[in-house]
């Protein structure tokens, strides 16, 4: 029986965090420190002609001002006869999107270097630019994963014959992250090793990257990131910011601090990308899919290939024998996107579980019916069995949570006094990944233990749940287990990105126990006299500090002693784990389904999700406290994407106009009322050792459809182009 994994856990860093001694990039104290302020371009695209940084050099406090002209080199040179490209600041005068730094101010306070960034002068030789993806749809490239894709079976043909069809284009703006914690480092050198501090979600990726643009070892560069407030694959690439702040420290020979503004983060971590979906679905009468043609647009820059793989996971849904979901991707004069929380997958999903109610009501037929027709009961596009799927419980589940079946069909039929009433609701999938990762594991002869790992902790609760884990095998209670990340020092992690921390690093930690259970069996069984010969590492445990046959309390030896006995003060355990063979066998995805009820009110159009009922099936839950706040994140965030989030550009100056918080609008308190989460738990023997699946991202994923949903059939209007805002409604 699990002694603390599967119970509800609070945060083993909640009392730091909420006393101010757990250290965020910008609060680790440097002697002698100068402070860097960050001069952004603009103009949206061109050339510097001239940049005058005379007055802001002779202003009191700065130290110097890095321009292209002056700026240590950062990376190798470009090849000859390249095109024009950014891929390290402060290296060319050539500008690629407004917002781009072209200068760094470095002063001996932040003031200094603030109110002398102000007095650089910059003049510019323009040139045409385009910020808007819709005008620039005719020079899309497929993306790599597209280029190589082939329809499965012919969905043109499939798509004519159709009794019953829909289509329709759906339109989703640019989103940013907005996490709290502002993006920052510090960086110092002593001789030729570096350490940074860096926001970021994978130490050893910015170690790399370091490495590149600095030309020195990886190994001379250590990077620290302990704690990180909020980053939803904002930090999961490395920002500008981390090299621009290493190399002014190598030039001045002092410890320099970064820290963006609010403002400075719109253009200075990426966001999730403009998209447009041309979407059509084939049915029979009875409700079975027989085409789905769902092609995607979004853009990236002009300097730089990106694809969120907006259509990827959409393929492996619904049982449909004909479908075709390319996605093509425009350059623009913009930064270049990153992944934004649920890539991909929740504006994939956004489109198609919007075209599933469309087609529902051209068959009128009931939503939940209808994907209950469509149920894929092996994996669409491979054919393979899914290792675990409860897709269908988590349907009946929420259906009889929300009281679907009192649900009336037309729209504009159910009120709450003067209000609209509309209930929708939609399904959501996300891949269950699983990287190499590596922890180790020092148990002392005390019975506690010591256990790192590289990995990163942006809010889930990776800290707690690795204890949990490490305790859990140790047999150790959570005070005796002391978990640390967020350094390159520590064994290699991948980056916390995609849900797969958990199953990554969780089976590396878990793998470390256990070698630690077998060398103390190892080192018991040296004595003639051990009640435990004969058993092989599979066959004991950890608990108490004694080390015992499962399920077996009569024959048991104290920990403690045969440390003793043997002279060993420590068992020191590295252990690398990767995914099993097994796993190519089958098709693993977590799954939900949402259900949503929004009030509308007709004469000013204002929208309020009142209700929501998500039901998650992802695998087993290690600490049902942590993982119902996760679910509950990603439904709010999910009220913000459908209601409120938009990145609003002046295409006449390539300009984003919303760089704040005052003007990007994310949800507060009172836009969020009643929601439950509900897990369905799946025994899964496959995915990895813990059995567990990703969840961070699943949590988001249905959510902007079932409210889109909710909303026509509330108000009998459908909107396509999210955020969904009153304008939009009268």
């Known amino acids: 029986m699990a002694r603390h994994l599967g119970k509800e856990t609070t945060r083993v860093d909640g009392l730091a965090k909420v006393t101010g001694q757990a250290k965020y990039t910008a609060e680790f104290q440097i002697p002698n420190i100068t402070y860097g302020f960050i001069v952004l371009s603009t103009v949206a695209k061109g050339r510097i002609s001239a940049i005058?940084?005379?007055?802001?050099?002779?202003?009191?406090?700065?130290?110097?001002?890095?321009?292209?002209?002056?700026?240590?080199?950062?990376?190798?040179?470009?090849?000859?006869?390249?095109?024009?490209?950014?891929?390290?600041?402060?290296?060319?005068?050539?500008?690629?999107?407004?917002?781009?730094?072209?200068?760094?101010?470095?002063?001996?306070?932040?003031?200094?270097?603030?109110?002398?960034?102000?007095?650089?002068?910059?003049?510019?030789?323009?040139?045409?630019?385009?910020?808007?993806?819709?005008?620039?749809?005719?020079?899309?490239?497929?993306?790599?994963?597209?280029?190589?894709?082939?329809?499965?079976?012919?969905?043109?043909?499939?798509?004519?014959?159709?009794?019953?069809?829909?289509?329709?284009?759906?339109?989703?703006?640019?989103?940013?992250?907005?996490?709290?914690?502002?993006?920052?480092?510090?960086?110092?050198?002593?001789?030729?090793?570096?350490?940074?501090?860096?926001?970021?979600?994978?130490?050893?990726?910015?170690?790399?990257?370091?490495?590149?643009?600095?030309?020195?070892?990886?190994?001379?560069?250590?990077?620290?990131?302990?704690?990180?407030?909020?980053?939803?694959?904002?930090?999961?690439?490395?920002?500008?910011?981390?090299?621009?702040?290493?190399?002014?420290?190598?030039?001045?020979?002092?410890?320099?601090?970064?820290?963006?503004?609010?403002?400075?983060?719109?253009?200075?971590?990426?966001?999730?990308?403009?998209?447009?979906?041309?979407?059509?679905?084939?049915?029979?009468?009875?409700?079975?899919?027989?085409?789905?043609?769902?092609?995607?647009?979004?853009?990236?820059?002009?300097?730089?290939?990106?694809?969120?793989?907006?259509?990827?996971f959409l393929k492996q849904v619904y049982a449909c024998p004909n479908l075709h979901a390319p996605l093509k991707v425009a350059a623009t004069d913009l930064a270049t996107p990153t992944w934004m929380r649920a890539p991909g997958a929740v504006s994939g999903m956004f489109a198609l579980e919007s075209a599933m109610d469309e087609l529902s009501y051209a068959l009128k037929m009931d939503p939940l019916a209808l994907r209950l027709a469509n149920y894929a009961e092996v994996d669409p596009e491979s054919g393979k069995p899914f290792s675990s799927k409860a897709l269908r419980e988590c349907y009946r589940l929420g259906a009889e949570k929300f009281g679907w079946g009192n649900r009336k069909a037309e729209p504009r039929s159910m009120r709450d006094g003067r209000l609209l009433v509309g209930w929708g609701m939609a399904s959501s999938v996300w891949g269950a990944f699983q990287q190499p990762a590596s922890a180790r594991i020092v148990f002392r002869a005390d019975g506690t233990a010591s256990v790192t790992s590289a990995t990163s902790d942006i809010g889930p609760g990776t800290y707690t749940v690795m204890t949990m884990i490490a305790a859990e095998f140790l047999g150790l209670r959570l005070d005796q287990v002391h978990f640390e990340l967020g350094d390159t020092r520590q064994p290699k992690a991948p980056a916390q990105g995609g849900s797969w921390t958990t199953s990554s690093v969780g089976s590396a930690v878990r793998g470390a126990a256990l070698a630690i259970t077998a060398k103390l069996l190892e080192l018991a069984n040296r004595d003639a006299t051990s009640p435990l010969r004969g058993k092989a590492p599979d066959e004991v445990e950890m608990l108490d500090g004694v080390l015992r046959p499962k399920g077996d309390v009569s024959r048991s030896v104290a920990i403690a002693d045969v440390m003793r006995r043997t002279g060993t003060h420590e068992i020191v355990e590295t252990y690398d784990s990767t995914p099993s063979p097994e796993r190519a066998k089958y098709a693993s995805l977590a799954h939900g389904a949402q259900f949503v009820e929004v009030k509308v009110d007709p004469d000013l159009g204002t929208v309020k999700v009142t209700r929501v009922i998500e039901v998650t099936a992802c695998g087993r839950i290690l600490n049902p406290l942590a993982s119902h706040s996760q679910e509950i994140g990603g439904v709010v965030w999910g009220i913000g994407m459908a209601l409120e989030e938009a990145t609003e550009i002046d295409h006449r100056y390539g300009r984003i106009m919303t760089a704040s918080l005052q003007h990007y609008h994310v949800p507060v308190n009172a836009d969020i009322h009643a929601i439950e989460t509900i897990f369905v738990e799946e025994e899964d023997t496959i995915v990895n050792p813990l059995g567990v699946k990703g969840m961070g991202e699943l949590g988001m994923v249905g959510i902007p459809a079932a409210i889109a949903n909710a909303v026509f059939h509330a108000t009998g209007k459908r909107i396509r182009d999210l955020p969904i805002t009153p304008d939009k409604l009268l």
């Open 52 to 312: 005058d940084t005379r007055q802001a050099e002779q202003a009191g406090g700065v130290i110097r001002v890095f321009t292209h002209l002056n700026a240590g080199r950062l990376g190798p040179p470009p090849a000859a006869g390249a095109a024009p490209g950014w891929a390290w600041p402060l290296q060319s005068d050539r500008v690629f999107f407004n917002g781009q730094p072209i200068a760094l101010v470095v002063a001996e306070t932040y003031e200094q270097a603030r109110h002398a960034s102000r007095l650089v002068k910059v003049s510019y030789q323009t040139e045409p630019h385009n910020t808007d993806l819709a005008t620039v749809l005719e020079r899309a490239q497929p993306d790599p994963a597209s280029a190589k894709a082939v329809p499965r079976g012919n969905p043109v043909a499939a798509m004519q014959a159709a009794p019953v069809k829909v289509a329709a284009e759906y339109r989703i703006p640019i989103h940013h992250h907005n996490p709290i914690e502002p993006h920052a480092a510090i960086a110092f050198w002593q001789g030729d090793q570096l350490t940074i501090f860096d926001k970021t979600q994978e130490v050893f990726g910015v170690q790399k990257h370091l490495a590149a643009g600095l030309g020195v070892p990886a190994e001379n560069i250590r990077v620290v990131s302990p704690f990180v407030g909020g980053a939803f694959g904002a930090s999961l690439k490395p920002n500008y910011y981390p090299s621009l702040t290493a190399m002014a420290a190598r030039e001045l020979k002092r410890p320099v601090k970064v820290v963006y503004t609010r403002a400075q983060m719109f253009t200075g971590h990426g966001y999730r990308p403009h998209t447009i979906q041309k979407v059509a679905l084939g049915a029979d009468r009875d409700g079975k899919l027989s085409a789905i043609i769902h092609e995607a647009f979004h853009n990236t820059s002009s300097f730089e290939p990106f694809s969120d793989a907006t259509t990827s």
